[in-house]
């Protein structure tokens, strides 16, 4: 069984992505993103570890959740048992959204296979640093005009970078 460490859940977010979510926040960040909505999520000791079926069976137990949100600190620093999990999301009819400080192409440079493998199971990917001088609240999903919103499905399909919403 695969593990994962949190800094904490929201089980009912409006905010994390389009829908009604489960909001998964990830402990440990190697960005300390100046401004960071949430600094506590920094340090990799902190948080707790819980089990993946048991994050599972939380998310479960709302019928009305279209999805799922992965959230920081960095879920790139955790992405195997995310990819897991995340699949199993995916086959009980939800989607997944992840947050990360990181570029999509940053990512895909990797060439890590737990990497890859959450990329794979990402249907919206809100990815760049948080940039203070950029902070614009009025923007949908994102808190600074840098950062993008990148539907993964297009994405794959055409192999360029399709912004969500857009097409």
Request: glycine share 10%; with cysteine.
């Amino acid at each position: 069984m695969a593990s994962v460490k949190l800094a904490g859940t929201v089980s009912d977010s409006i905010v994390d992505g389009a829908g009604l979510r489960y909001t998964i926040f990830t402990q440990g960040c190697p960005h300390h993103c100046p401004g960071c909505h949430n600094p506590k999520t920094h340090d990799f000791r902190g948080g707790r570890e819980m089990d993946t079926q048991a994050l599972l069976a939380h998310v479960l137990e709302n019928p009305l959740l279209t999805g799922v949100t992965l959230s920081g600190g960095e879920p790139f620093c955790q992405a195997a048992p995310l990819a897991s999990l995340a699949r199993e999301v995916h086959e009980h009819g939800m989607d997944v959204w992840a947050y990360t400080g990181y570029t999509l192409e940053y990512l895909q440079g990797q060439n890590e296979r737990a990497v890859d493998a959450l990329l794979d199971e990402v249907d919206v990917l809100v990815d760049g640093a948080y940039e203070e001088a950029e902070r614009d609240l009025t923007l949908p999903f994102r808190g600074s005009r840098n950062q993008r919103v990148i539907d993964m499905k297009k994405t794959r399909e055409l192999n360029e970078i399709v912004l969500w919403g857009e097409m």
